[in-house]
């Protein structure tokens, strides 16, 4: 089941190396048996001005959210959808897109819900592969297959709720909450006991990964004995936290809390913490 893993050296030093691949792994095998590429972008037109070849589009939100309420596809949707999209559940998914796969890793998070048993991101993404000036196409996407499995969403290994939160605000020390919110969004309010943590400490301009050494020192105050929760304004930053803290750090204790503050920031008498305002200048 699925396909060699990408040797590069270069993903050796990240704790999961197999949930990675370099665009020269990818270029090699674009095509092959049992390959199945995913672009799922912030911005949707992308796609249609030019995408990897074979590769197929995922909308985070019109193809994974759920029609009526906000949350995801059940297990019999899912497998809809991958059947639609050409999709076995014995391919290697690689997944990509632009603002360094931010909306990439939240779909990647969504398939792992669904414990598709082979699912990889392209390091750099959209961009990474535009710079090299590597092959694109226009070609319309493979055609559907049959028979994917209705496999229940698992929400309690990396997905975490508001009530399991709140819970453990009792103690801030209970739960590691990182908000990847901007600081002027985190100073005006934040769930309490929250660190703030700029998302692109964790990557290069180019969009790859940072080396795992400058990781482990930008994440060097966790503690390993406390659960760590992710959460942004919508979701797209915690979820590409998630993978940064669990497939490349191998945290097994982090979760993406996905309503994040669009949920938390809008109901009714949520404990609400503030920056202090900084001293103005005499």
Known sequence: ??????????????????????????????????????????????????????????????????????????????????????????????????????????????????????????????????????????????????????????????????????TDQRDVHDLSLLDLRDPPEFDAGHIPGAVNIDLASTFHPNGRFRARTELDETFATLTEDTPVATYCQTGERAAHLWFVLHHLLGRDDVRCYDGSWSEWGNMVRMPVEASPAAPSTP
């Open 1 to 166: 089941m699925g396909i060699e893993y990408d040797p590069s050296p270069a993903l050796q030093q990240y704790a999961h190396p197999e949930r990675l691949v370099t665009s020269s792994w990818l270029g090699a095998k674009l095509g092959g048996k049992g390959l199945s590429v995913v672009e799922s972008d912030s911005d949707s037109i992308l796609y249609n001005i030019g995408h990897l070849p074979t590769a197929i589009r995922i909308d985070l939100h019109d193809d994974l959210g759920d029609p009526v309420r906000r949350d995801f596809l059940d297990g019999a949707a899912f497998a809809r959808l991958m059947d639609a999209k050409g999709i076995t559940r014995d391919d290697t998914v690689v997944i990509y897109g632009d603002k360094s796969n931010l909306w990439a890793s939240y779909t990647f998070w969504v398939f792992d819900l669904f414990g598709h048993p082979d699912v990889r991101l392209l390091d750099g993404g959209r961009d990474a592969w535009m710079q090299e000036e590597r092959e694109t196409s226009y070609d319309a996407p493979p055609g559907t297959t049959s028979g994917y499995p209705v496999v229940p969403r698992d929400d309690g290994t990396h997905r975490i709720f508001v009530n399991e939160i709140l």
